[in-house]
């Protein structure tokens, strides 16, 4: 009986391989990623919705909580996971809210198999200008064309006039 073809050789390979997958999980696992932004373009008293977004993900397995002002928020949607490359996940999470000038929201995500935690917090930026505001620069802008308008007439006329010759 060959060494290299007993069941044994092919028992103690195998072992050896299943020995060295958990090592290769632990170097593709690394830790999650979260990020918080919103669905649609940020301006304030319209409905919206927060994304709580978890890349490097494996194993699948997380928690994800929502706070604001560091108090739970109820009436999450469920959390949905997809694969990427190899063993890698991403994860969503959404919530729906109205945001205000004073709102702080975190997203909480916990990775159940080593109990990492990782939290990413929202606070509200670069909102949309209110139409006050875009109503007041257009109104400048078309003064200051009026006001170039009547200057350009003003030095046409003045320098049409004819010259008095000596």
């Given amino acids: 009986m060959d060494h290299e073809k007993s069941p044994g050789a092919a028992l103690l390979r195998l072992l050896h391989l299943l020995w060295l997958l958990p090592l290769s ?6 830790f999650p990623v979260v990020e918080v932004f919103t669905l649609k373009p940020l301006e304030f008293g319209k409905p919206n919705t927060l994304v709580c977004f978890v890349s490097n993900l494996f194993p699948p397995t997380l928690t994800v909580n929502w706070q604001h002002h560091s108090t739970p928020v109820e009436g999450v949607r ?8 190899g063993l890698s996940f991403q994860a969503f999470s959404y919530l729906n809210f109205t945001p205000s000038h004073s709102d702080l929201y975190s997203c909480i995500v916990t990775h159940e198999i080593d ?3 990782a939290i990413a917090y929202w606070v509200p930026q670069n ?20 006001l170039g308008i009547l ?7 003045y320098f049409r006039r004819p010259c008095s010759g000596d």
Avoid: M
């Fill in 25 to 30: 999980w632990t170097a593709l696992q690394g």
């Fill in 78 to 85: 469920p959390t949905f996971v997809s694969a990427v490359d």
């Fill in 115 to 117: 109990s990492y935690t």
């Fill in 127 to 146: 909102a949309l200008p209110s139409d006050l505001l875009e109503n007041v620069l257009c109104g400048v802008a078309f003064g200051l064309g009026v």
């Fill in 151 to 157: 200057a350009g007439s003003v030095l046409i006329i």
